[in-house]
């Protein structure tokens, strides 16, 4: 990192953050020395990785490097930091569980050894179809019903990760589940008449 004059540890977050959108080097240095240590530990606390904490910090500092000039903060800088981790943290989580539930499913068709019946066929066509309708979901509806899917997070938690009440959690998953209800009924009932 390049050394920095002193100055620039009296500035707010703010100041950092405007001068950083206009490629001040040393006020990009400042904001990393200033939250890589708690933002590895946030990380870390949600991981339990090493490894993976630090690598969700160095791309998340080269991202803010990157997309500096088109940085529009609605949000303190300290919050941008913290969200941030916590998104890069929920999408290698979703993408860990992706990667094992396949090679879950490869397992199994080889442990089993032979070809699919027609009710497995139409089981994965099913599974499918599902997958389809969360992906429709609307954005925040879906991320609070796929955390919720994990089922090792309460809705509280929850919550606290995504920054909306424990209520607001409850009835997004309510109205996932209600939406996912209706759309798969009609696809259920066209095939039962097959």
Do not use: C
């Amino acid at each position: 990192m390049i050394r920095r004059p002193s100055t620039y540890a009296k500035h707010t977050d703010q100041k950092l953050a405007a001068l950083l959108q206009q490629g001040d080097e040393y006020a990009y240095t400042e904001i990393f020395e200033r939250y890589k240590v708690l933002l590895y530990k946030h990380a870390y606390r949600l991981l339990g990785d090493e490894d993976e904490a630090n690598d969700i910090i160095s791309d998340l500092f080269l991202a803010l490097w990157q997309k500096r000039e088109s940085l529009n903060l609605q949000v303190s800088l300290s919050s941008y930091l913290y969200g941030s981790i916590r998104n890069r943290v929920f999408d290698l989580m979703t993408h860990q569980k992706v990667i094992v539930r396949y090679l879950d499913s490869i397992q199994e068709f080889i442990a089993q050894g032979h070809y699919e019946t027609d009710e497995r066929i139409r089981a994965k066509e099913l599974a499918a179809i599902i997958e389809r309708e969360i992906a429709a979901l609307p954005p925040k509806m879906r991320q609070v019903f796929e955390f919720s899917r994990m089922g090792d997070l309460s809705y509280k938690e929850i919550g606290e990760m995504l920054d909306i009440t424990e209520g607001t959690v409850k009835q997004q998953v309510h109205n996932a589940v209600k939406t996912l209800r209706l759309k798969i009924h009609s696809f259920m009932v066209l095939f039962s008449l097959l």
